[in-house]
């Protein structure tokens, strides 16, 4: 079938074309009061949702914290309470990270006081969950590096049983090789439970204590006022209330695509000064023998790539502001990708030191501590595939979800 020319003067095959393009992906300042207001009516849905939900993992705030604190200690997390606290996180993340990258198009003073108070929110919520899965992911790493069947199950609140030393019966015997390890395994598990759930029990009442502050409840208070309202920067007759002029020519005054690309550079120029190439490489010889000083500093391999994944963090925020009310299950696949093999980067570069930090305790058993070190060990191994797997996926070309 012979294509048909449009002529570029006929206005009924002008706007044909436009509807078979679809409608156009706002990129002035309506695009990201929407987005805005989104975020923040999601924040307060979750938060409405943590207070009805009542005490759990991390427990209610206000007027019954420091009971919560008590109660639930010792209770198994429900589901909602958790669910809220996810969501709670998620809003605040998404909202710090917009007004850091499109803070030239907001209020100043607004904006420079209100993104550091989300960072500490989001964070503060944060540790408690971190916790609880650097327990979970040690102890299944234990598991299965002692490779004994008895080795005790974690339970739902991230706690072990009772006695963990007692649990590796004289009836399922280790293989001579694991002998060792399997022994050590048992009391080291033990330690990191005791060690990460006084630090998760800790970040649960600091938490509680945040939710019930003063300093909570103003941050809570300008969200409410961002959902109706969003304080863009007026620059004479570009913008309105929290509605852009339109104007002619080839880009307004509050086009957003220029900050998203400046996001977008920044990650590039983070990924370029990675060492992809050893990344590349199954053995990393610099990193073990780093991981084998007793330097209790954080891992000097580590800190570029953290800071690569609070850049990726970013750059798919803003696409999310460009994209509209289509952010949401749409997305470059070599980013939620490259996004997941980040985090668990994350991950095992924190297990590795809550291991090694676990070793340096004082007057435990040889067999604790080459236990703790075999498990240290594992989780480099865990950073170098994360390393691996960012860089396989970042080279792959941008195929976008439909």
């Given at each position: 079938m012979?294509?048909?020319?449009l002529?570029?003067?006929?206005?009924?095959?002008?706007?044909?074309?436009?509807?078979?393009?679809?409608?156009?992906?706002p990129?002035?300042?309506?695009?990201?009061?929407?987005?805005?207001?989104?975020?923040?009516?999601?924040?307060?849905?979750?938060?409405?949702?943590?207070?009805?939900?009542?005490?759990?993992?991390?427990?209610?705030?206000?007027?019954?914290?420091?009971?919560?604190a008590?109660r639930?200690?010792?209770?198994?997390?429900?589901?909602?309470?958790?669910?809220?606290?996810?969501?709670?996180?998620?809003?605040?993340?998404?909202?710090?990270?917009?007004?850091?990258t499109?803070?030239?198009?907001?209020?100043?003073d607004?904006?420079?006081?209100?993104?550091?108070?989300?960072?500490?929110?989001?964070?503060?919520?944060?540790?408690?969950?971190?916790y609880?899965?650097?327990?979970?992911?040690?102890?299944?790493a234990l598991?299965r590096?002692s490779g004994?069947?008895?080795?005790?199950a974690?339970?739902?609140?991230?706690?072990?049983?009772?006695?963990?030393s007692?649990?590796?019966?004289?009836?399922?015997?280790?293989?001579?090789?694991?002998?060792?390890?399997?022994v050590?395994a048992?009391?080291?598990?033990?330690?990191?439970?005791?060690?990460?759930?006084?630090?998760?029990?800790?970040a649960?009442?600091?938490?509680?204590?945040a939710?019930?502050?003063?300093?909570f409840?103003?941050?809570?208070?300008?969200v409410a006022?961002?959902?109706?309202?969003?304080?863009?920067?007026?620059?004479?007759p570009?913008?309105?209330?929290?509605?852009?002029?339109?104007?002619?020519?080839?880009?307004?005054?509050?086009?957003?695509?220029?900050?998203?690309?400046?996001?977008e550079?920044?990650?590039a120029?983070?990924?370029?000064?990675?060492p992809?190439?050893?990344?590349?490489?199954?053995?990393?010889?610099?990193?073990?023998?780093?991981?084998?000083?007793?330097?209790?500093?954080?891992?000097?391999q580590?800190?570029?790539?953290?800071?690569?994944?609070?850049l990726?963090?970013?750059?798919?925020?803003?696409l999310?502001?460009?994209?509209?009310?289509?952010?949401?299950?749409?997305?470059?696949?070599?980013?939620?990708?490259?996004?997941?093999?980040?985090?668990?980067h994350?991950?095992?570069?924190?297990?590795?030191?809550?291991?090694?930090?676990?070793?340096?305790?004082?007057?435990?058993?040889?067999?604790?501590?080459?236990?703790?070190?075999?498990?240290?060990?594992?989780?480099?191994?865990?950073?170098?595939?994360?390393?691996?797997?960012?860089?396989?996926?970042?080279?792959?070309?941008?195929?976008?979800?439909?």
């Open positions: 012979a294509q048909r020319h002529d570029p003067t006929d206005p009924a095959a002008t706007a044909a074309a436009a509807a078979a393009a679809g409608p156009p992906v990129t002035d300042a309506d695009a990201l009061a929407g987005y805005l207001r989104a975020q923040a009516t999601e924040f307060l849905r979750a938060l409405r949702q943590h207070r009805e939900s009542g005490t759990g993992t991390h427990g209610s705030h206000g007027s019954h914290g420091s009971h919560g008590r639930s200690d010792r209770a198994t997390p429900d589901a909602a309470p958790v669910d809220a606290a996810r969501a709670l996180r998620r809003a605040a993340r998404r909202l710090s990270g917009t007004l850091h499109f803070q030239p198009l907001l209020d100043a607004w904006a420079e006081g209100m993104r550091p108070e989300l960072a500490w929110l989001s964070g503060t919520l944060a540790m408690e969950h971190a609880a899965s650097r327990l979970e992911r040690l102890l299944q598991h590096l004994s069947s008895a080795f005790p974690q339970q739902t609140a991230g706690r072990t049983t009772a006695a963990v007692a649990t590796v019966p004289a009836a399922h015997p280790a293989p001579p090789e694991r002998g060792s390890l399997t050590g048992a009391k080291a598990g033990a330690l990191l439970d005791r060690q990460l759930t006084l630090a998760r029990t800790r649960h009442s600091t938490a509680l204590q939710l019930g502050s003063s300093r409840h103003a941050v809570a208070d300008k006022l961002l959902a109706s309202e969003v304080p863009l920067r007026t620059t004479g570009a913008t309105s209330g929290t509605r852009a002029t339109a104007t002619t020519g080839a880009a307004s005054p509050t086009d957003l695509r220029p900050l998203a690309a400046a996001a550079n920044r990650l120029d983070a990924v370029a000064a990675l992809l190439v050893t990344a590349g490489s199954p053995y990393n010889a610099e990193a073990l023998i780093h991981g084998l000083s007793p330097d209790p500093v954080a891992h000097p580590d800190a570029p790539w953290h800071q690569v994944r609070l990726l963090r970013l750059h798919r925020y803003a999310e502001v460009l994209a509209g009310e289509e952010a949401e299950g749409s997305g470059d696949v070599r980013l939620l990708a490259a996004g997941e093999a980040l985090n668990r994350r991950d095992a570069a924190e297990a590795a030191a809550a291991a090694a930090q676990a070793a340096r305790t004082p007057r435990i058993a040889p067999a604790t501590a080459y236990a703790l070190g075999v498990l240290h060990a594992d989780q480099r191994h865990e950073v170098e595939a994360a390393r691996y797997a960012f860089q396989h996926s970042w080279r792959k070309e941008p195929i976008r979800l439909p």
